[in-house]
């Protein structure tokens, strides 16, 4: 059964960084794209990063150059560096991946205030 999860959210203040990892188990990890959504309250679901098992990278404009999508096979784990934090960017964040079906892990909040 696949399973993803995430861990790394907390509260932190504007321009400040955290790092978010995804673990998954379950699933033929190296060889699946794993992507990052987020929801903001009262907001739908939007779509933040990817990477794809080359791997390669695509990001939103609205975090393009302040996170960086990674993944370190040996752990099957998938990393989403966040810098340069701002308000907006306040979400519970989620993985996700279309591996043999849709799977999501279960999001990790992420607050950024002063």
């Known amino acids: 059964q696949v399973q ?3 861990s790394g ?7 400040g960084s955290l790092r978010l990892p995804c673990a998954a188990s379950g699933m033929f990890f190296s060889g699946a794209a794993i992507s990052w959504y987020r929801q ?5 679901r939007e779509w933040v990063a990817q990477i794809t098992s080359m791997p ?3 990001y939103a404009d609205s975090v393009k150059g302040r996170f960086t999508v990674s993944r370190d096979n040996a752990k099957n784990t998938v990393y989403l ?3 340069s934090l701002k308000a907006e ?24 205030s002063s």
């Open 4 to 6: 993803l999860v995430e």
């Open 40 to 44: 903001a309250p009262g907001k739908e």
């Open 56 to 58: 390669t990278t695509a």
């Open 89 to 112: 960017d306040t979400a519970v964040y989620y993985c996700n991946t279309n591996w043999g079906g849709i799977y999501w892990g279960q999001g990790t909040q992420v607050t950024v």
């Open 9 to 15: 959210g907390g509260l932190v203040q504007p321009g």
């Open 81 to 83: 560096q966040m810098d």
